[in-house]
């Protein structure tokens, strides 16, 4: 089965930066689609970034700039770095994961989530 476990979360400075991670187990790593997701408590995941297979890596434009996506195949890890932080990127971030065997991000629904790690920027 398909597991994602995101580390990395912790509080930090207005400015300062952190690097989040994603470790997936129980998939074939650079088949998949992975992406970087807000989800405010009760509402629905908000993408951050994702990336295809292929590199591709499209941001949302509140964090284009700021935010780097990665990922590692031989590691089975997916990183997201984070800059120039700022208090309004606080909120609880997801690893998500889509079965890109066949095709791209394009049209793919991301179906398999992490626990979540919080992220809390203070001024």
């Known amino acids: 089965q398909v597991h994602l476990v995101e580390s990395g979360g912790g509080s930090v400075q207005a400015g300062g930066s952190l690097r989040l991670s994603c470790t997936a187990s129980?998939?074939?790593?650079?088949?998949?689609?992975f992406g970087w997701f807000r989800r405010p408590p009760g509402k629905q995941y908000e993408p951050v970034a994702s990336?295809?297979?292929?590199?591709?890596?499209p941001y949302a434009d509140s964090v284009k700039g700021r935010f780097i996506i990665s990922r590692d195949n031989a590691k089975n890890s997916l990183y997201l770095q984070m800059n120039a932080l700022k208090p309004e990127d606080t909120d609880l971030y997801y690893c998500?994961?889509?079965?890109?065997?066949?095709?791209?991000?394009?049209?793919?629904?991301?179906?398999?989530w992490g626990q979540g790690t919080q992220v809390t920027v203070v001024p």
């Open positions: 998500g994961a889509a079965d890109c065997t066949r095709g791209s991000l394009s049209g793919k629904l991301f179906e398999y």
């Open positions: 129980g998939v074939t790593f650079s088949d998949y689609c």
């Open positions: 990336i295809d297979k292929d590199g591709t890596a």
